[in-house]
């Protein structure tokens, strides 16, 4: 998401200018994503440049309102039509962190499983809070942004739990220091896998 | 142990091991656990690891085979079947995956049932069951049989049911079971304003989503507490760290 997209959606309810946006945009999403004044006029500067906003003369306050021009609507059209794909999403330092302790001399990987469990629950906890705090219908987007960060922390912890699960199948009890070559095929899958999206 | 006396639940050392000799399985190894008012505990782990056996010896169900659990400071251990019974009936409620409504009793029959074994008069114990219903958001359904109830419906009945009169420890086990997800989380919502109200509760959960809910999350394994969560207390650390 870009901040570029948010400005060209509050603008498509109206004109406004660079303060009603902020306040817009951190209302909109609940505070999760703080903007500095800088941002928004750097951001407005831009789409004006390519022609997807349009100023409109100051007001008598010395404020200058935005407008969204056809060429914004159609941009912003396609933002919205288009899945956001999941490669330009940040690697996840978790899925790597894991696969190297499987084959790293020394490392207690359910350790590693459990405090990772720990912070995450410890973060849904959070968040369950802030979502019973916020039912008034006008939260509804900002508890929406919410349950997406619920389900993400979810599936991790779904994930930490699978990881755990295979450890006790396929692991031997006994914490014995790893060969020095990954005898066992998914610990060198997983090192394979690591060095994959390591590359990518 | 010290600093447990507003404890409604009390785990002490506890041990339950299954069977005698070489095929004994030691489902509980030493939990302790103290659980207060207004504090919801989730229990998780993976199966086998003893959430369900806790769950069972903290409701009177099930004894140690060693160690010691107390209900609002009363050692379970010193009651007789009688007692107990009594103190099942008074002081706990239990939500369970599997409802155990009876379908020949209406809603407000059911959640009535409990008073009226325990002695109360039919008009007492109807207005209590009532007064439950009202809390689950169902007082105008009171009069129809489960089989006329959507599947969250009668999961609010049974919850009405474990929160009649005047309990002040919930024991819930899978609570949402099959519920899609937004009946799944009306439920939580009502465990947690009774929480809030004063009673405590333990929650024994597969899903992190539940425990989100709860003060406190322990994690078993093995028969063993392996560790404990508490919230991160802070919004905005939590805020920038979903920034990624």
Redesign the interface.
């Known amino acids: 998401m870009s901040i570029r997209h948010g400005l060209l959606a509050l603008l498509e309810r109206g004109q406004m200018y660079g303060y009603q946006l902020r306040a817009a945009f951190e209302e909109s999403t609940g505070s999760t994503w703080p903007l500095n004044i800088g941002q928004v006029y750097t951001t407005l500067s831009r789409l004006e440049r390519d022609g997807l906003v349009r100023p409109l003369p100051e007001s008598e306050a010395g404020q200058r309102p935005y407008e969204i021009t056809d060429a914004g609507r159609a941009d912003l059209t396609l933002w919205f039509t288009t899945p956001v794909s999941r490669t330009d999403r940040p690697r996840d330092e978790l899925a790597i962190k894991l696969a190297l302790a499987l084959t790293t001399p020394g490392v207690d990987v359910r350790s590693v499983v459990q405090a990772q469990r720990s912070a995450t629950i410890r973060a849904l906890q959070e968040l369950t809070r802030l979502k019973y705090g916020s039912d008034r219908p006008q939260d509804l987007p900002w508890r929406l942004v919410l349950d997406s960060m619920v389900f993400q922390a979810e599936a991790e912890v779904r994930w930490l739990d699978h990881c755990e699960t295979s450890l006790v199948r396929h692991q031997p009890s006994d914490p014995a220091p790893p060969p020095p070559l990954p005898a066992d095929a998914d610990a060198s899958h997983a090192a394979r896998w690591a060095g994959e999206e390591a590359r990518r | 142990m010290s600093g447990s006396d507003d404890a409604v639940l009390e785990l002490r050392a506890v041990h339950r091991t299954h069977g005698a000799g070489p095929a004994a399985v030691q489902a509980l190894r030493g939990v302790s656990l103290v659980v207060r008012p207004g504090e919801l505990v989730a229990v998780?782990g993976?199966s086998g690891s003893g959430k369900s056996t806790l769950l069972a010896l903290a409701g009177g169900l099930d004894r140690p085979t060693s160690g010691e659990v107390r209900v609002e400071g009363q050692p379970l251990g010193e009651l007789d079947r009688r007692g107990l019974a009594q103190l099942r009936r008074r002081r706990i409620g239990y939500i369970f995956q599997q409802l155990n409504l009876l379908g020949s009793l209406s809603a407000v029959e059911n959640v009535a049932l409990p008073l009226e074994l325990d002695g109360a008069s039919g008009r007492r114990a109807r207005a209590l069951a009532m007064a439950a219903l009202t809390e689950v958001g169902l007082p105008a359904l009171g009069d129809r049989f489960p089989d006329q109830l959507s599947g969250g419906q009668q999961q609010r009945v049974a919850i009405a049911r474990a929160l009649v009169g005047e309990r002040r420890l919930v024991l819930a086990d899978e609570p949402t079971g099959a519920l899609d997800s937004q009946t799944g989380e009306a439920v939580l919502?009502l465990l947690?304003r009774r929480i809030d109200a004063g009673a405590a509760g333990v929650l024994v959960t597969?899903?992190?989503?539940h425990?989100?809910?709860?003060?406190r999350?322990v994690?078993l394994r093995d028969g063993v507490l392996?560790?404990t969560?508490?919230?991160?207390?802070?919004?905005e650390q939590?805020?920038s760290?979903?920034?990624?």
């Open positions: 998780m993976p919502h947690r597969h899903e992190a989503r425990a989100g809910w709860a003060d999350v994690f392996v560790d969560t508490a919230p991160l207390g802070s919004v939590l805020l760290g979903s920034e990624r």
